[in-house]
């Protein structure tokens, strides 16, 4: 569990121009303009607790944001490895 958390850790900078997204215990980093995204959707974090036969017990864990890219390619940021997900996604939408 603990270097599950160290891998998707996420740190989200928001500027004027752009969405940085890194994982600083794995040296990435991603930029994205916010001009290329083209829209913003939400979905629930769901995970099935009842792994046993047929029946499906989903428990909500948090929430998703898929961001559409001008290019075609969707990128997703999870409120369970994103502080502040509500504030970041609020002003995502009002650019």
């Given at each position: 569990m603990?270097?599950?958390?160290?891998?998707?850790?996420?740190?989200?900078?928001?500027?004027?121009?752009?969405?940085?997204?890194?994982?600083?215990?794995?040296?990435?980093?991603?930029?994205?303009?916010?001009?290329?995204?083209?829209?913003?959707?939400?979905?629930?974090?769901?995970?099935?607790?009842?792994?046993?036969?047929?029946?499906?017990?989903?428990v909500?864990?948090?929430?998703?944001?898929?961001?559409?890219?001008?290019?075609?390619?969707?990128?997703?940021?999870?409120?369970?490895?994103?502080?502040r997900?509500?504030?970041?996604?609020?002003?995502?939408?009002?650019?």
């Amino acid at each position: 569990m603990a270097l599950w958390l160290v891998i998707t850790f996420k740190v989200c900078y928001l500027t004027d121009t752009e969405l940085i997204i890194s994982r600083p215990f794995i040296f990435f980093r991603r930029v994205v303009p916010r001009a290329n995204i083209s829209n913003i959707s939400e979905k629930d974090s769901q995970i099935d607790i009842d792994r046993t036969g047929f029946s499906r017990n989903m428990v909500k864990i948090g929430e998703t944001a898929i961001l559409l890219l001008k290019n075609g390619k969707k990128l997703q940021i999870s409120s369970v490895n994103i502080g502040r997900y509500h504030e970041l996604i609020k002003k995502l939408k009002h650019r």
